[in-house]
């Protein structure tokens, strides 16, 4: 590795706490463009950095401000796809439902930082955890055009957490904070039916504990996972570790 | 066509979300509720305007907005210094200089409710007071040297591996 680059790397940690000048930020930049360990290396030290901020709330009257500014922005010319007329229909509806995806991830993103941050122990907050995770049922439920969405979240039983946002014949299922299950084990996700019953809705494979999955046009009431032997198994054979399911 | 992602009242919860992120960390490195007010202000703009290049598998929302808060703190106090700098008899100023420097009972204060706290005492002293100085100083590790009197190289060693340290009391790792 030349020296340069092996410079660039030795700046990584520095990089990540800001520490560094103009002239070294670019030549890190140069680094993290070309190199997807080094990339890997620098979100591990963000993390790092990140684990020194505390939560604090902002002044009430900021979030009018911020709303405000973000819906003149909005009126600017967000619309991009108004003036193309017809021809590129087909790439709008790409575009929009890509963008729609991803505001869908930060949503989903989101919620859980208000449901991680908040102890449901005590009742109060419980209720406001509760009101807050209902506001973004709302926003997710709008942002996919569907007002019957609806949001549920719980603890895994082993350790993590698990949401599903579940609109019409849709879920998208999302955990965290998954322990390692072993070599010979999986959690299998299942879809669990109007009378009980479940399908198999795939296996689950977290990254660093953390995992996203689309079960799309199918029918029921909600999903679970179980921990299954390697390769997962018709119908479950272990209890539910988690349960998300209307009713 | 009706843009549903572009109705800016879609944001309002995640701004509930991400904005005490945004502050505390705002906070901890500007100390001054306005100047910090102001970069939560920035932030959660950008937060919106550029939720698309979100990278769920690259890091937390909530780390992606302290890294973006704290890029924004970090400029603001340079900005400061060299203001400061420039005109030296503008002394009182809230933010920057030697009214920047760390005290260890600040620091405690400072970090309660942190995550990264029962991890610190897995480093050094002398990494811990790198990092420290880099964090809530808002210092470049050259700055850091010299307020230590120590060589750069040494510096620079502290804080990767203080951050390395930190990364793996954390259980941090991406594999």
């Keep these: 590795m030349p020296d340069s680059t092996r410079d660039s790397w030795d700046l990584l940690p520095a990089y990540a706490l800001d520490a560094v000048d103009d002239l070294e930020r670019r030549a890190v930049e140069r680094l993290l463009a070309d190199d997807a360990e080094a990339r890997r290396a620098l979100d591990e030290y963000r993390e790092v950095v990140a684990a020194f901020a505390v939560e604090h709330e902002p002044p009430a009257h900021l979030r009018a401000t911020v709303m405000e500014r973000i819906s003149a922005s909005a009126a600017d010319g967000a619309t991009p796809a108004a003036d193309d007329g017809g021809t590129a229909g087909e790439a709008e509806v790409v575009e929009l439902a890509s963008r729609r995806r991803r505001w869908g991830v930060l949503a989903v993103a989101a919620a859980a930082v208000v449901a991680v941050a908040v102890p449901t122990t005590v009742a109060i907050q419980a209720t406001v955890e509760q009101n807050r995770l209902q506001e973004q049922v709302d926003t997710v439920a709008e942002m996919m055009a569907d007002p019957s969405a609806t949001l549920l979240r719980s603890d895994v039983t082993g350790g993590g957490y698990a949401t599903v946002l579940a609109a019409g014949d849709d879920f998208l299922f999302s955990a965290g904070d998954l322990p390692d299950v072993g070599d010979d084990s999986v959690y299998q996700l299942w879809l669990v039916g109007a009378e009980g019953g479940v399908t198999s809705a795939g296996l689950l494979e977290p990254q660093d504990g953390e995992v996203e999955q689309l079960v799309s046009d199918v029918s029921g009431v909600g999903l679970a996972v179980s921990v299954e032997p390697e390769g997962g198994s018709e119908q479950p054979t272990t209890d539910p570790i988690v349960v998300l399911a209307e009713g | ?175």
Excluded at chain 2, 86 to 109: H, K, L, M, P
Excluded at chain 2, 133 to 142: K, L, M, N, P, V
């Design chain 2, 1 to 175: 066509m009706a843009c549903v992602d572009g109705d800016p009242a879609a944001f309002g919860p995640v701004y509930d979300a991400l904005a005490p992120v945004a502050y505390g960390t705002s906070l901890g490195v500007l100390r001054d509720p306005d100047h910090a007010a102001e970069v939560t202000q920035e932030v959660m703009v950008e937060v919106w305007q550029t939720a698309e290049r979100f990278d769920p598998s690259r890091a937390s929302a909530r780390t992606w907005v302290a890294t973006l808060a704290r890029r924004r703190a970090v400029d603001r106090v340079r900005a400061e210094q060299a203001r400061r700098d420039r005109d030296q008899r503008d002394v009182d100023s809230a933010i920057g200089g030697s009214s920047y420097d760390v005290v260890a009972e600040d620091v405690e204060r400072r970090l309660e409710g942190a995550a990264v706290r029962r991890c610190l005492d897995s480093l050094t002293a002398t990494q811990r007071e790198a990092v420290v100085d880099a964090y809530y100083g808002g210092r470049t590790y050259r700055e850091v040297a010299e307020r230590l009197g120590a060589a750069l190289p040494t510096v620079k060693s502290r804080i990767r591996d203080g951050l390395g340290r930190l990364r793996d009391c954390l259980g941090v790792a991406r594999a």
